[in-house]
């Protein structure tokens, strides 16, 4: 498996989790890599990762400049990892590693092609959540995503996503948006190349030093990329994921 990690200014989170998600797959018996990304950073957390590769050798490192935004990174890790199976997880880890034993079993079955983590489904835990308006505009964002672009998914941004290495190589040359909702994009790609999704809970705890800011700028950003998500897929009618339905 190959372990995607975006990174912008994560030096402190890179120190306190890459171990742990390090010795936590290292338990599970498998191989695997962990490829952080340091999404032109302005802290030191390019050296950082480069340390911690030499401490472990199956985390290595893809460093660039200028900031392409979170999307950017993602896409960069996910068309270089090796793994049969890809998942991409925040420095946060406000979804824990040890979650993604689900998402393995779904693919490995042949389940689907895509598994994605969701806060809003039964049985997902949500251990501390989002200040109110950040909630209020989460919700207004979904009901704008689900009209324009995409139907068929409860939570589509949940930082914690897998699928088979086929699927991310056909997927991400498409995807454009390098912003903080890709995955809206990354989905609708998924479904349009007939991809199976499933949506799957899990426990997700919000870390209130987000690197992704709330403001009426980046509200308004939201709205203006979704347009634009709708007009590069060329997207009339929104389109229906193919969920899966969890045995």
């Not at 199976?85 to 998402?103: H, R, W």
């Not at 999704?197 to 709330?214: F, K």
Request: hydrophobic share 45%; net charge positive; glycine share 8%.
């Amino acid at each position: 498996m190959s372990v995607v990690i975006p990174c912008f200014n994560e030096r402190e989170r890179l120190l306190r989790h890459v171990p742990e998600i390090v010795e936590y797959l290292k338990s599970c018996k498998m191989n695997f890599e962990v490829i952080v990304v340091d999404d032109g950073s302005r802290d030191d957390t390019a050296t950082v990762a480069g340390e911690l590769g030499r401490r472990f050798p199956m985390v290595r490192l893809i460093s660039y400049t200028p900031n392409r935004g979170k999307g950017g990174a993602v896409k960069a890790g996910m068309l270089e990892a090796k793994g049969k199976i890809v998942l991409f997880t925040d420095a946060d880890q406000s979804t824990p590693i040890s979650e993604c034993g689900k998402m393995l079993a779904e693919l490995e079955r042949g389940a689907c092609e895509v598994a994605i983590g969701s806060r809003e489904i039964a049985g997902a835990k949500v251990e501390q959540g989002q200040v109110w308006y950040r909630e209020l505009a989460a919700h207004v964002f979904t009901t704008g995503a689900k009209v324009l672009c995409l139907r068929g998914i409860a939570d589509t941004q949940c930082g914690f996503k897998a699928m088979t290495r086929a699927a991310a190589q056909r997927i991400f040359p498409q995807v454009t948006s390098a912003s903080a909702i890709f995955d809206i994009e990354m989905l609708v790609v998924a479904t349009k190349e007939g991809y199976r999704v499933a949506e799957l809970p899990v426990r997700w705890v919000h870390d209130p030093d987000t690197r992704i800011p709330y403001d009426l700028r980046r509200m308004l950003g939201v709205w203006v990329e979704l347009f634009r998500i709708r007009r590069a897929q060329r997207i009339g009618w929104p389109v229906k994921a193919k969920t899966v339905v969890r045995e």
